[in-house]
């Protein structure tokens, strides 16, 4: 089963010269869930990487992130 998601509001905000943090809001529509998301990324051996990653259900809607 495919799920129909959209992303809102992607950031990345440096967190030192070869770590940023990524965060976003998640939509997903088949579902009915909302989500806020987070990732580091790291550049380890001259790639960026995926370190970590948390997504926590939300009520917030979209108009309430601005």
Same mark, same amino acid.
């Given at each position: 089963? &495919?799920? *129909?998601?959209? /992303?809102?509001?992607?950031? =990345?905000?440096? @967190?030192?010269?070869?770590?940023?943090?990524?965060?976003?809001? =998640?939509? +997903?529509?088949?579902?009915?869930?909302?989500? /806020?998301?987070?990732?580091? $990324?790291?550049? =380890?051996?001259?790639? $960026?990487?995926?370190?970590?990653?948390?997504?926590? @259900?939300? +009520? &917030? *809607? /979209? *108009? +309430?992130?601005?």
């Amino acid at each position: 089963m &495919l799920t *129909e998601m959209t /992303l809102h509001n992607y950031e =990345i905000r440096p @967190l030192a010269s070869d770590v940023v943090l990524s965060t976003y809001y =998640i939509m +997903d529509h088949t579902r009915g869930r909302k989500t /806020l998301r987070s990732s580091i $990324w790291k550049y =380890i051996d001259d790639r $960026w990487q995926f370190y970590f990653h948390q997504g926590t @259900l939300t +009520d &917030l *809607e /979209l *108009e +309430d992130l601005t």
